[in-house]
Nanobody
């Protein structure tokens, strides 16, 4: 079982960058598919990006070209680099993990708030 703790959120202005971190414990991040999700007020949680292997990643359309997902096995941490932030990126961002081949995301962090002002 893996425990996930997000950090790095905050209040920024439009056009700024943030890097979110997802520190794992109890197991290694390389054993899982790691995903970043977000949930804005009044909206459903949505997938932002996922990393299946270091060379196999997925990005939602709104994240392509602006966000980058990665993982550092030495630090047992996954990251979400977010550039050119927009007010519509404001949400709580969650890190999640699932087993390869599974359709269900099994493990979740507590979330970190990202607020982008215009």
């Amino acid at each position: 079982q893996v425990q996930l703790v997000e950090s790095g959120g905050g209040l920024v202005q439009a056009g700024d960058s943030l890097r979110l971190s997802c520190a794992a414990s109890g197991s290694t991040v390389t054993n899982y598919v790691i995903g970043w999700f977000r949930q804005a007020p009044g909206k459903e949680r949505e997938l932002v990006a996922a990393t299946y292997t270091p060379s196999s990643t997925y990005y939602s359309d709104f994240a392509k070209g602006r966000f980058s997902i990665s993982r550092d096995s030495a630090r047992n941490t996954a990251y979400l680099q977010m550039n050119s932030l927009k007010p519509e990126d404001t949400a709580v961002y969650y890190c999640s993990a699932k087993f390869r081949g599974s359709s269900n995301w099994h493990y979740w962090g507590q979330g970190t708030q990202v607020t982008v002002s215009s």
